[in-house]
């Protein structure tokens, strides 16, 4: 970035500078490397419980020691994740205990120091907005690729969290052809060498991610992986100093990405919703857990010793765990012997850990159909509904129409009207009479004559003292010139 910033290319600086996090770390490391900075599975969950419940019946509860098969999965935040499938029947399984872990089995069994891992000495610096410290934990239908960033719970270390769930079945019947698709139908959803079956979600991050592949030629972290990521087509935050041009490129044709309308088109053209799909309604409720170190290192040696005698008791492991076995059926030297006295980083140790419990609100799966029915009533009220606002409508503008017709016609008659007047005018005129600057057809009439009284009135001579008499003589004096 110094240089960067010696050449005055601040923005390019300021680029660089906002992908120094993990997940731009996440992008530089291969698969060995990978796995060496993750938590592994024995050390994430050191002990799991799973209890069953005969017939739904709390007097036929039986715990087992849970038995399932995992998947990794990567994420650009965390690493490495854990899928994990029961095996065996779960008919008749209603709770799963697990207790999670950020120490080493090392320290949790006798171990003296608090280990650092890998996430807590980084020092890349926007990391301040993801250096939480607890688990994610994401409750998803069985066969299909779980969404870690919208569909997970956080859990805080130091406590305990009862997730409750209810399982809920949706169909959609009887819609038109295309507006859902049977997932069985629907091509799998393939990341790296996994194979899950198909959702809406992880069809459009499986789309979105070769969208970004094709049009920026890199890999992005934050889809659906179905291509693994070479020196030709590398991750889109990987960076190198001496590709730094590259990964700028890079950088900034992802940023102009209109993923927005790109997540549109797929979720309305080549990802359907499922006909039928599971959701799982859940109630969390969350308590202070702090157990005895001493506990956990016993339920872990005893529970170990019992399986690999059960399995095999001349095997090494079992020989080297019958004596702590043998040791614990001695009540008295529980917490007696030093090698289980609390060290000083107990409580440290417990403070990364927590207890998870998930479990059945019943055995019952509410199902929700959702289907489009067209009955007598419906249709008579849909029609009815159209027909008045299309009647209104119509009525409205023939209203309209009528009266600009009217008012057209009315226009018309009154302009040939005065038309016919005019050619009236001019036939009854004698050819003598010049009638150009005539403004009307009065003023050619000749007016009647008028006495001197009526014109003395018109003229106003009232006003000014003339009365009767005088005007009558006046009048006479007229008539006689």
Known sequence: ??????????????????????????????????????HHLTDLMPFCIARHIGNASPSKIQETTCQFKFTRIHHPEFFTCYNLKMLGTTEQL????????????????????????????????????????????????????PNVDSDSFTVQTGTATLIRYQTVRVEKENYPEGECSNPKEQTPIRDHDHVYNYTQTACV?????????????????FQIISQVPSKEVPYCGHYH???LEEFLKRYTCVQHLNLSSIIRHFTLNACRKPCTQYFYNSHLSVANWAPRLSQLRWMGLVSGALRHASLNASDRLARWALPKLLEFCNLESIGASGDWKNNPEEQALVERMALIRVSRLNYNTVLKQEKLQITLSALVSRIGGLGSLTIGVTLTFAFEFLELLFLLLHRA????QQEMDASHSRQSCPPDVRVENVDTIEELMPLPARSPMMEARLRGWSDVGFDEAALRRLSEIGNGC
């Open 1 to 38: 970035m110094g240089s960067l910033v010696r050449q005055g290319r601040y923005l390019d600086a300021s680029k660089l500078f906002h992908n120094d996090r993990v997940t731009t770390y996440f992008q530089l490391i291969n698969e060995s490397e990978l796995n060496e900075v993750s």
């Open 94 to 145: 209603s709770e799963v205990s697990l207790i999670l872990s950020n120490v080493r089995n090392s320290d949790l069994y006798g171990g003296s120091a608090v280990n650092k891992s890998f996430r807590e000495m980084e020092e890349q610096a926007f990391n301040a907005f993801n250096q939480a410290t607890g688990f994610r934990v994401v409750l998803h239908e069985p066969g299909t690729f």
């Open 205 to 221: 991050s499986d789309l979105l991610g070769k969208r970004v592949t094709e049009i920026c030629n890199c890999v992005s972290a």
């Open 241 to 243: 100093e001496t590709q």
């Open 413 to 416: 008659v009154y302009r040939c």
